[in-house]
């Protein structure tokens, strides 16, 4: 899903929880709405490691490209295509995260919350979009690009 999307779910979110839970401060709403798309940096650090550029907009108009090279392809075609390695991209991290703020400080429960809303908009859209979820565990991260190495991959070049 691209940023814009995640920064206009953030902002819903957030409105939803304050009105829910307005004892949430405005700094937890802040860092809960701010994680929950600055997650996506890691595609960042994809884009540098697949193409020696660490440049944020030119990221973007990478991701753009390979976006709509990827609605082009056909339904089975979009499920063995493998969309990166996205390091942030891991429910090992939503674990992490829940006991940093369960046994350290109350702040990395809101990234937690943020962390986990924008999982949930992913997996979503990955299930809609592609048929299957990439971005779930670094772990399967891991073991779908190995098994993907060795099937025939949809490769978009941008």
Known sequence: MLP???????????IVLHFF?????????????LSSFLID??????????????NPFKAYTWA??????????????RK????????????EWLIILFLL???VSRFFIFIFVGFSF????????????????DKISLFWNFYRFKKLKNMQKYSINT
């Open 118 to 133: 924008h999982f949930i908009i992913d997996t979503i859209y990955e299930i809609y979009d592609k048929g299957t979820v």
């Open 101 to 103: 703020g369960t046994y």
């Open 21 to 33: 839970f307005p004892q949430i401060s405005f700094f937890g709403l802040s860092i809960i709405f």
């Open 41 to 54: 940096v890691d595609h960042v650090f994809y884009y540098f490691l697949k193409e020696g550029i660490l």
């Open 4 to 14: 814009k999307y995640h920064f206009l779910f953030g902002i819903i979110f957030v």
């Open 64 to 77: 753009i490209k390979r976006t709509h090279a990827f609605h082009k392809l056909s339904r089975s075609q």
């Open 80 to 91: 063995k295509f493998y969309s990166g390695f996205f390091l942030f991209h891991g429910i």
